[in-house]
């Protein structure tokens, strides 16, 4: 199975971009979805976390600006992002979390999608 991450692009900042992460030979509603960053030199981070419970959960640093949704008829999460500043630029990657469901340490997180790259530039 993998997850695919994708709808990263180019954005100026206060601009809005939606990704997605789809999952194929996986049923996402069976796994709180993660959603994590790396920017170039700097380690992975937590952004966002919805549990299969539709419980959602935000880093302090885009909570208000971000949306994480799920779509299980779609098998496939969002992560909805407004108000985008140059320091979100990253690659995004989507991840299962394990058996401590969301938490904000990416070695929780058991499968991981191949990333989509959000560049946040004017």
């Known amino acids: 199975f993998q997850l695919q991450a994708s709808g990263g692009g180019l954005v100026q900042p206060g601009g809005s971009l939606r990704i997605s992460c789809a999952g194929s030979?996986?049923?996402?509603?069976?796994?709180?979805i993660g959603w994590f960053r790396q920017a170039p030199g700097k380690e992975r981070e937590a952004v966002s976390c919805?549990?299969?419970?539709?419980?959602?959960y935000y880093r302090n640093f885009v909570k208000g600006r971000f949306t994480v949704s799920r779509d299980n008829a779609k098998n496939t999460v969002y992560l909805q992002m407004n108000n985008l500043k140059p320091e979100d630029t990253a690659l995004y990657y989507c991840?299962?979390?394990?058996?401590?469901?969301?938490?904000?340490?990416?070695?929780?997180?058991?499968?991981w999608g191949q990333g989509t790259l959000v560049t946040v530039s004017s």
């Open positions: 991840a299962t979390a394990g058996d401590h469901g969301c938490t904000n340490d990416y070695r929780d997180f058991t499968s």
């Open positions: 030979g996986i049923t996402l509603d069976d796994y709180d």
């Open positions: 919805i549990s299969v419970g539709y419980n959602t």
